[in-house]
């Protein structure tokens, strides 16, 4: 059983900035593919960013230059460091991680840009 908690969002301003986290939690024996997802109302669930295992990113265009995932391995935790947000930006975030195969989700963080 895999738990992920995520946590960090909030309101904010345009132009601010929010940093979200995700712990992975229980039986974990070895976590691959670790990203970011997002889905605002009436829209489908888009990828935000992810990483691999080996420190690898990959980024939706409507994010690069402005956020940055990370993770640190011994904490079982990804990052996603969100600067210079926009209205549009205003979505549920979801973490996902990929364990022998297998993706697990959070339950979503919510986060709203205001202008």
């Known amino acids: 059983q895999v738990q992920l908690v995520e946590s960090g969002g909030g309101l904010v301003q345009a132009g601010g900035s929010l940093r979200l986290s995700c712990l992975a939690s229980?039986?974990?024996?070895?976590?691959?593919?670790m990203g970011w997802y997002r889905q605002a109302p009436g829209n489908e669930r888009e990828l935000v960013a992810d990483i691999t295992s080996g420190g690898s990113t990959n980024y939706a265009n409507s994010v690069k230059g402005r956020f940055t995932i990370s993770r640190d391995n011994a904490k079982n935790t990804v990052y996603l460091q969100m600067n210079s947000l926009k209205v549009e930006d205003t979505a549920v975030y979801y973490c996902?991680?990929?364990?022998?195969?297998?993706?697990?989700w959070g339950q979503g963080t919510q986060v709203t840009v205001s202008s």
């Open positions: 229980g039986t974990i024996f070895s976590i691959s593919a």
């Open positions: 996902k991680v990929v364990i022998i195969g297998y993706g697990y």
